[in-house]
């Protein structure tokens, strides 16, 4: 199937919405992939099961490195063939939005790139990229703050992509998409000044049982044990999840799984 029909979720809908402003002001769209490489929207492909993300039974070999996240996109052919992309398109910058394991991959890829184009001209926006990715690519990584968030769509994992986005929207008729630009339209961002994290109280089982009691008996039960503890910390309120999942079940007279 075409590539743009390959993946689902929210990250890869913002990723549609940012390539769909990309092609609007002229721009070519390519996609990181720890399965195809470097692949076109409307290219087809086949389905696989792999990522360069940590935590994941389909993790690349070694995934959790720095050195294993590029080789193996190397090996695939991913250096070669954004190096070829570039060259032939002769880009007037080149903007990146990536998770942090990804960003790895490519990295020392972009490196290059950076070197012959000039720094200015090579942005990555990135939220908590790697040690590594941070060294060698600290003149083109352009930091999206959790803070931001409040303003950008997605969660704080899709910020990048949501960032880029934003870059991208109304940009028709701008010059280029240099460092400078991207900063100062992030800048006009707003951002939160309150915590990302509301501190929340740890008050015991008891407590949290008391509320769940409660809380079933109310006009709106909750109807499951996943949306109580959502409103229980909405609540401004704390218990390690299985706990409360237990105390749920105890409350509720079922056995918890």
């Known amino acids: ?130 040690a590594r990715a941070r060294d060698l690519l600290a003149p083109n990584i352009i930091p999206v703050k959790a803070a931001q968030t409040t303003t950008l769509q997605g969660n704080a994992g899709q910020a990048p992509l949501s960032a880029l986005a934003y870059v991208l929207a109304g940009t028709e008729g701008a010059g280029c998409l240099d460092r400078r630009f991207v900063e100062e339209r992030l800048a006009q961002l707003a951002t939160r000044d309150t915590p990302l994290y509301p501190k929340r109280q740890r008050v015991g089982p008891d407590h949290a049982a008391d509320w769940i009691t409660k809380a079933l008996g109310s006009p709106q039960p909750p109807a499951s044990a996943s949306e109580a503890l959502r409103r229980y910390r909405a609540a401004g309120f704390a218990l390690e999840q299985k706990h409360f999942h237990g105390i749920f079940a105890n409350v509720r007279g079922e056995t918890c799984p």
Do not use: H
Not at 36 to 55: K, V
């Open 1 to 130: 199937m075409p590539v743009r029909d390959l993946y689902k979720g929210g990250a890869w809908a913002l990723a549609l919405v940012g390539a769909q402003f990309a092609v609007a002001r002229g721009g070519a769209v390519r996609i990181v992939s720890a399965g195809l490489g470097l692949a076109e929207l409307n290219e087809q492909a086949p389905g696989y099961d792999i990522t360069f993300s940590e935590g994941n039974p389909n993790t690349v070999p070694g995934g959790g490195s720095f050195d294993s996240r590029a080789s193996w996109w190397r090996a695939i052919g991913g250096c070669d063939a954004l190096n070829a992309c570039v060259e032939r398109l002769q880009p007037s910058s080149v903007l990146v939005a990536l998770p942090a394991g990804y960003l790895d991959a490519v990295a020392p890829t972009l490196r290059a790139i950076a070197d012959r184009m000039g720094d200015d001209l090579v942005c990555a926006l990135a939220c908590k990229p790697s």
